[in-house]
DNA sequence: TTGAAAGCGCTAACAA
DNA sequence: TTGTTAGCGCTTTCAA
């Protein structure tokens, strides 16, 4: 062993006195190795305190066991959430999953979604928040890769959408059918831009449509960044300027949290002057004071067909590409009647 | 190229008409290639789309331009904005952050705390909350590491520890010098196992001796994963069972906010009837109602120092390890008087 | 200024 | 059952 340095195959091999294949091999648990032989190897294994060097397993063999969730921030609670369920999934399978950043497309921060990167994966779970069509059309190979997330992508990638139109419509359907008839969307947004606000203030005016209640865009109250520094200030300004509102739609549970705070600060009470949901289902949702009425985007269902698109790729699967728009459900809690 | 593949330099050599070395040379900005070189092989480089095999850069040379953040959980918020943080702190420098799951010691979930895994980055920050000595103790090897987080460790590694005591210190005589004298410690821990709870509690402890008010080890309700379902429950029985509290410090704002939550659904009012501090200084805190006054744990400086000291070491340099232990500060909002 | 050779640590394929 | 050979893609060294 170079003296400083980590024990490698060869350090082992020569302490057990057989070849290299034969260490590799003995290591790896592969059969025909005589059992004897697997031991003296194993023991040296102990005594150097050897581990395999990931690095060159993944050059030469093409896998480290390491898959990537892409995210655009990574100090979303959203994203967490959603990490810790990749990570908990791919436990059992021995795999692990790291986090990476890969900022918005528009602010040109897009380190982390170059080949270079997401070759240095066995797959990548990446979430399209955030990015444009050609950001994501460059990447080539044939990385097994999965789509996360509701916006116009390359079809040749499989893509796992979560129901942001339905789940909007359910959320402002349930406000309108508890008595609201002046439900604003915060974090809305009446641009054709594809993304979270669009398709979810879309969700809020076919609710409004089907219900047959007039929508008022003066109702959608803009989050750029979706924070919820953003939600309270939209609906503070809201409600300053005398705007009339009854309820709330927040398009995420961060924006709804914003959108509490300015209720509480101006008097109103929830849900008895204002009616809110938000979209998400946070677990600190459930916590807050009232608790949150949101729209469950089935995290749980997300995580099931991500990875049982990715390892079919894995596998080599040529099958064509999946889009899958995932079905939601509404928590109902005490932000609404 | 190989059909179907990515490209490789010698792709790109082939095609600009030089070797493989050269085009190493042109692509990676060393000086002795001659400008007209150069361009030929920049032309292939974007004919073909080349990018460079970070796995083999990282084989051969050592160096991937990857730094890691091993965290016990990726659904915290706290981690999450710490790793935006670093992440914003690396990106001019061209480095780039992953974020890695370390799990809990005590529920053997240590698979991102291993050699091999750690080996694969350039350098890694390894918060120790819910790390033993051991485990910490098997890394051999010369990878630059910093440890962050206030626990004992080996002595060998750089280590930066937050002020939990003098936080817990501060919010606690706060209270005190604004009235309470029943003052709650929420996630604290009475036992000599150190880490978050432990420290912190013995903050609140000295503030009481400081002050001369006496201690009731009856006001110490754990909240053993420092959750907000936890700091709830945990107030939500003392308040059951008649315990007597006209103040709360919460070791974390998560606990802090489940706090709250028991506190209002009791009737409590805060900070009239109760008085709230927490720990961490969580951008939620800001936004609650009432605003959470908390103690700063200074990340800013945390960054700094653990990138210091981590580049110290990826130079070279075998100075003896630092032990830091950063400055603290209160942000007094609404939850006190 | 350019290139040939060697090898980082590992494993697939094949030979003994 | 064990070992030999070759090479993943890159960069360091040294020669041309």
Chains 1, 2 share one sequence.
Do not use: C
Request: proline content about 5%; charged content about 25%.
């Amino acid at each position: 062993m170079r003296s400083g340095g980590v024990p490698t195959l060869k350090d082992v091999a020569a302490a057990a006195g057989v070849s290299v294949m034969t260490a590799s091999n003995a290591v790896n648990g592969r059969p025909r190795v005589a059992p004897a032989t697997r031991q003296r190897v194993l023991d040296a294994v102990d005594a150097l305190g050897y581990e395999v060097n990931l690095t060159a397993r993944r050059l030469r063999a093409g896998r480290s066991g390491t898959i990537a969730l892409a995210v655009p921030r990574l100090d979303h609670p959203y994203f967490g959430d959603l990490a810790a369920r990749f990570a908990t999934a791919l436990a059992p399978g021995g795999r692990h999953l790291v986090l990476e950043q890969t900022g918005a497309s528009k602010e040109g921060e897009l380190t982390a979604l170059s080949q270079a990167r997401l070759q240095m994966y066995d797959g990548v779970l990446l979430s399209v928040v955030g990015l444009q069509h050609a950001d994501v059309d460059r990447l080539q190979g044939d990385l097994p890769m999965v789509l996360l997330g509701e916006r116009p992508m390359p079809a040749r990638f499989d893509h796992v959408m979560l129901g942001n139109v339905e789940g909007a419509r359910l959320a402002t359907a349930h406000l309108l059918a508890r008595g609201a008839r002046r439900v604003a969307v915060v974090g809305g947004a009446l641009d054709e831009e594809p993304g979270v606000s669009s398709t979810r203030t879309q969700g809020w005016r076919e609710a409004h449509e089907a219900a047959g209640v007039p929508v008022d865009e003066r109702l959608v109250l803009p989050a750029p960044a979706l924070e919820m520094a953003e939600g309270r200030a939209a609906v503070d300004r809201a409600l300053a300027e005398g705007l009339a509102l009854d309820a709330v739609f927040a398009v995420t549970d961060q924006v709804a949290m914003g959108a509490l705070a300015a209720l509480h600060s101006h008097g109103r009470s929830v849900p008895g002057d204002v009616q809110v949901v938000g979209f998400d289902a946070l677990s600190l949702g459930e916590h807050l004071w009232p608790a949150l009425t949101t729209v469950d985007p089935r995290h749980d269902l997300l995580v099931e067909h991500a990875l049982r698109l990715l390892d079919r790729r894995a596998s080599g699967d040529r099958a064509d590409p999946e889009h899958l728009v995932l079905p939601v459900r509404l928590l109902e809690r005490a932000s609404t009647r």
